[in-house]
């Protein structure tokens, strides 16, 4: 290690993720400051629309989108392709379907969502993220490779060795407890906890998404209690003392003035609070106070421009922006939506991105109860907690936020940009992750002589 903290060599890292690496806040700042420690950071990814297959994303962090089959039927391989087309159409799966649709199974139907979601299980740790092979052709140079937990982990974790390099975990999910594998049968958990539990113990670092999470991993997988690595955003105009003002919103969806605004951004998906505020925009308490505003993208984009068009004036939906433009579009915001219902152990340990970013952006937030979140929200006076099943509470509290003297919300907005911008920021949580890889860079001869 040198006198100024820094590695005493530089590592060649290569993240892997199971996304197009569009929005993935978490890693792209993680990459960023390893960058500027430093370190050579490549990040590998899916392809998309209209998407680069390779760009330089910071000074030292260059991301390449490999060509990846991730059709769910590609977990019936090396079985040829018409039959697995025909398997696929058996258990009613589009052949070329990427996801499982996300309306839940009706009638006889039910029977073959289970084979469905094993395939798509399956497929997941064969396909969905680069694989190891891959890995190795796209960056032969590796030291160390980081990768979410699960999803991208077991292309990360078979390449390292391949490579000569070393395996980190990022828990920023628990996955055995999360979504819809939280809702499969005890034996096919099991079997996926043990063998993440193997892949968890070949690894040389752990980073997890909140203090529960890092308790949970080190008690389960019998290893080094990770270090905590807060989905916070860098401090934002740290300089200015005021929450800043923005109206994006507002003229992007053609909201009135003086309308005000609930703002849910994020993934359109399943069990993140997103059909719950559609049914809370209908309660009396919400239904003529404010606009909803879904900001987003995700399996449930279909429901939510349903629900847009089906309460015109009253629901809105925008596209996601970019990771550097979202502060400046949420402080246009007069409460923040995070909702997260506690429905699987994952979501009640979890603390998201958005919770973070609504706090730095000055707007008080709405969050369920029976979670970290609530734990945190109440700890810090933010905003409020709600029952999450009750369309009535939800729509309740948050009136009774928008519906508070508007000097009262200043001092909110206000409270809750100080909070963010001396406990939450990126730069005051990211010490355990520059000393993990510090240390991985460190020659195990050196001891810590300057």
Same mark, same amino acid.
């Given at each position: 290690m040198t006198a100024g903290g820094r590695p005493a060599s530089s590592l060649h890292i290569t993240i892997v993720a199971?996304?197009?690496?569009?929005?993935? !806040?978490?890693?792209?700042?993680?990459?960023?400051?390893?960058?500027?420690?430093?370190?050579?950071?490549?990040?590998l990814g899916w392809p998309g629309p209209g998407l680069p297959a390779e760009e330089e994303l910071a000074p030292g962090v260059l991301l390449t989108r490999l060509d990846i089959d991730r059709r769910i039927s590609s977990g019936l391989r090396p079985l040829p392709g018409r039959v697995r087309s025909a398997i696929a159409r058996l258990l009613g799966l589009d052949p070329g379907a990427t996801v499982l649709p996300p309306d839940a199974p009706r009638g006889a139907d039910r029977l073959r969502h289970p084979l469905r979601r094993l395939l798509e299980m399956g497929a997941t740790a064969r396909g969905v993220a680069p694989g190891p092979v891959a890995v190795l052709a796209a960056a032969p140079e590796t030291d160390v490779v980081p990768a979410h937990a699960r999803r991208a982990g077991p292309g990360g974790r078979a390449a390292a060795p391949r490579l000569g390099g070393r395996f980190v975990y990022d828990v920023a999910d628990y996955h055995t407890e999360?979504?819809?594998?939280?809702?499969?049968?005890?034996?096919?958990?099991?079997?996926?906890?043990?063998?993440?539990?193997?892949?968890?113990?070949?690894?040389?670092?752990?980073?997890?998404? !909140?203090?529960?999470?890092?308790?949970?991993?080190?008690?389960?997988?019998?290893?080094?209690?990770?270090s905590v690595l807060l989905n916070c955003p860098p401090a934002w105009r740290p300089d200015e003392a005021t929450p800043p003002v923005s109206d994006r919103?507002?003229?992007?969806?053609?909201?009135?003035?003086?309308?005000?605004?609930?703002?849910?951004?994020?993934?359109?998906?399943?069990?993140?609070?997103?059909?719950?505020l559609v049914a809370a925009a209908d309660e009396p308490a919400l239904r003529d106070l404010a606009a909803v505003v879904f900001m987003g993208y995700g399996r449930l984009q279909g429901s939510v421009d349903r629900a847009a068009a089906a309460r015109p004036g009253r629901v809105h939906v925008l596209p996601?922006?970019?990771?550097?433009?979202?502060?400046?579009?949420?402080?246009?915001?007069?409460? !923040?939506?995070?909702?997260?219902?506690?429905?699987t152990l994952n979501q009640r340990m979890n603390l998201p991105n958005k919770l973070f970013e609504s706090l730095m952006a000055g707007v008080p937030v709405v969050v369920a109860k029976g979670n970290e979140q609530c734990r945190l929200v109440t700890a810090e006076k933010v905003g409020r907690c709600t029952d999450i099943d009750s369309p009535r509470a939800i729509a309740e509290t948050l009136a009774e936020l928008l519906e508070t003297p508007p000097y009262e919300q200043e001092r909110l907005r206000s409270h809750c940009r100080t909070v963010a911008l001396t406990k939450y920021t990126w730069e005051l949580n990211s010490g355990g992750l520059l000393d993990l890889y510090r240390r991985l860079a460190t020659p195990p001869d050196s001891g810590d002589s300057p």
């Open positions: 199971a996304n197009p690496f569009e929005f993935d !806040s978490r890693f792209l700042r993680s990459a960023t400051s390893l960058a500027a420690d430093g370190h050579t950071v490549r990040i999360a979504a819809r594998l939280a809702r499969m049968p005890w034996v096919i958990r099991e079997v996926v906890r043990r063998r993440e539990r193997r892949w968890a113990r070949e690894a040389s670092g752990f980073l997890a998404v !909140s203090e529960p999470v890092a308790d949970l991993v080190s008690r389960r997988w019998g290893v080094e209690r990770p919103i507002r003229t992007a969806a053609g909201i009135d003035a003086g309308r005000p605004i609930v703002l849910y951004q994020g993934g359109f998906s399943v069990d993140r609070g997103v059909e719950e996601a922006v970019s990771p550097d433009e979202l502060l400046e579009w949420t402080a246009s915001a007069d409460v !923040s939506f995070v909702g997260q219902p506690p429905r």
